[in-house]
């Protein structure tokens, strides 16, 4: 591209959408990387990180439409990345405390 007799590199970009839920709000932000972006760069580029403290890359496990991916793996065009919170009980033992109390 050639601006005022500049020429300036510009690069393709594509759409994706970083997605991260609390129990009581839900955020799906919209977001243009590079074609080559990753996810952990995506996740960074959306502003995710500074919204919401509490997310810990290093810990927390991320996917592409449910399907857990590394933070390396690269992006398709509209792909929407998922940040998933870690369970508060696991689901078997919560199932059964439930059945429990309810045979009571």
């Given at each position: 591209?050639?601006?005022?007799?500049?020429?300036?590199?510009?690069?393709?970009?594509?759409?994706?959408?970083?997605?991260?839920?609390?129990?009581?709000?839900?955020?799906?932000?919209?977001?243009?990387?590079?074609?080559?972006?990753?996810?952990?760069?995506?996740?960074?580029?959306?502003?995710?990180?500074?919204?919401?403290?509490?997310?810990?890359?290093s810990r927390q496990k991320v996917?592409?439409?449910?399907?857990?991916?590394?933070?390396?793996?690269?992006?398709?065009?509209?792909?929407?990345?998922?940040i998933y919170r870690p369970l508060?009980?696991?689901p078997k033992t919560a199932r059964?405390?439930?059945?429990?109390?309810?045979?009571?």
């Open positions: 591209m050639v601006d005022n007799g500049v020429v300036v590199a510009t690069q393709a970009l594509m759409p994706v959408e970083v997605a991260y839920a609390l129990p009581d709000q839900q955020v799906i932000l919209p977001v243009l990387v590079p074609v080559d972006a990753t996810v952990e760069s995506a996740i960074r580029a959306s502003g995710v990180l500074d919204r919401f403290a509490d997310i810990d890359l996917g592409i439409f449910s399907r857990l991916v590394t933070l390396n793996q690269r992006l398709q065009p509209r792909d929407r990345i998922e508060q009980a696991d059964r405390e439930r059945a429990a109390q309810k045979s009571e």
